[in-house]
């Protein structure tokens, strides 16, 4: 069986098992249908991360990074190494790259200037974008990871593939979509959240909306647990090293994230946060005051309520790390990529377009904001 990565592991902190394949560990049971779904009994911390098809995963996202690869030239499409030297020019002009693991020479599809900077924080957050399918507003889940210091985007992936996968990986709508909360309290929501996480089928199983393609069209719709274990894999092998890590309010998320930089967190030296915001006036300046903890959901998280003027935050940390850093913890890459996002026609029109196309969209947009903030940083 191929099991390059691993997908299905112990996913809690503080266990000695966390990030650890089937393979390693003799304190696994599996299957176990004690929750109504195949899951992976981990007997020493007691938790039961869903069974995923690892063949099927492994076979989708070896697809999914080699065609990452080859087109951006950040690390080998074969190997997956990350350590490239420049490798003369092929007859038209372009750039040609060898991987010094493997040998391995290709020309990336994207010449780009440059290395891409180590971010000192990871900020990640989910959007729900309209495409045209079988019919309209169909919804694609999106992933936008940024450089939470400097904002420009690290990494953007939908749960739209071209490639061709198992069924176990598919999305199924089953017609009933999780409310939406924007409108509540920041602390409610937060509570609201976490009971939503619960009534999922499996934690991880998030029902957000009819994404049924064009009929014959090309590719697939992929569950969001599994774009998102494909999305952390390449910001994993860009920068492995990335301790500071900030994503929104989603279970699936922290499950990926902990699974993807698993030996970081094993031996704590990584940290990761879940973020909520309220943001009513994004001109103030005022230093972040703490207000309270509390404490949320299943787990019991401790939540810090954090106040600015009219604005509020609640931040949780999911594994230990520094408490100061809470002050400093943020969505406003994200925020402000999104808002920008929104006035881009191009975008806005995504309704009209098919899942593919608004995909393409995204990661051509990402680039354009990228470039504006080299060329005006100041403006940021
Ligand atoms: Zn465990
Ligand atoms: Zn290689």
Not at 306 to 322: E, F, H, I, S
Request: hydrophobic share 35%; glycine share 6%.
């Amino acid at each position: 069986m191929l099991t390059l990565f691993t997908i299905n592991t112990c996913k809690s902190f503080g266990c000695r098992n966390l990030g650890l394949p089937i393979s390693a560990s003799a304190d696994y049971n599996w299957p176990d249908f004690r929750l109504g779904f195949p899951a992976l009994h981990c007997r020493a911390c007691g938790s039961y991360p869903p069974l995923f098809d690892e063949q099927q995963f492994n076979e989708w996202l070896s697809v999914y990074l080699r065609t990452y690869a080859s087109e951006n030239g950040h690390f080998c499409p074969e190997c997956f190494c990350q350590k490239t030297i420049c490798y003369g020019h092929n007859p038209r002009g372009t750039q040609r790259v060898q991987c010094r693991m493997c040998r391995k020479v290709w020309t990336p599809k994207q010449q780009k200037p440059g290395k891409i900077v180590l971010p000192e924080r990871i900020e990640t957050v989910a959007l729900i974008v309209p495409f045209q399918g079988n019919s309209t507003e169909q919804k694609l889940y999106v992933l936008l990871s940024f450089d939470a210091v400097r904002g420009n985007v690290l990494h953007v992936s939908t749960n739209f593939t071209q490639h061709d996968m198992g069924e176990t990986l598919r999305y199924r709508w089953r017609g009933i979509a999780e409310p939406d909360l924007l409108h509540s309290d920041i602390v409610q929501r937060v509570d609201m959240r976490e009971a939503q996480f619960l009534h999922r089928s499996q934690f991880d199983e998030i029902q957000y909306g009819s994404a049924v393609l064009k009929r014959n069209a090309k590719g697939a719709m992929l569950r969001p647990v599994i774009a998102a274990h494909g999305h952390f894999r390449v910001l994993n092998i860009l920068f492995p090293e990335v301790r500071i890590h900030i994503i929104s309010h989603e279970s699936f998320l922290r499950g990926a994230v902990i699974t993807v930089w698993a030996d970081l967190f094993r031996q704590r030296e990584g940290e990761l946060w879940f973020i909520e915001e309220e943001i009513n006036d994004s001109n103030i300046y005022l230093p972040w005051e703490f207000q309270r903890t509390t404490q949320h959901g299943w787990w019991q998280g401790q939540w810090q309520l954090w106040a600015q003027g009219k604005n509020r935050k609640m931040v949780c940390p999911l594994t230990g790390g520094d408490r100061g850093n809470a002050k400093t913890l943020s969505l406003t890459a994200s925020r402000y990529f999104i808002h920008w996002l929104y006035q881009q026609p191009k975008f806005t029109h995504s309704t009209q377009l098919s899942a593919g196309r608004v995909t393409q969209i995204l990661l051509s947009l990402a680039q354009d904001y990228n470039d504006e903030l080299i060329t005006a940083p100041s403006g940021y």
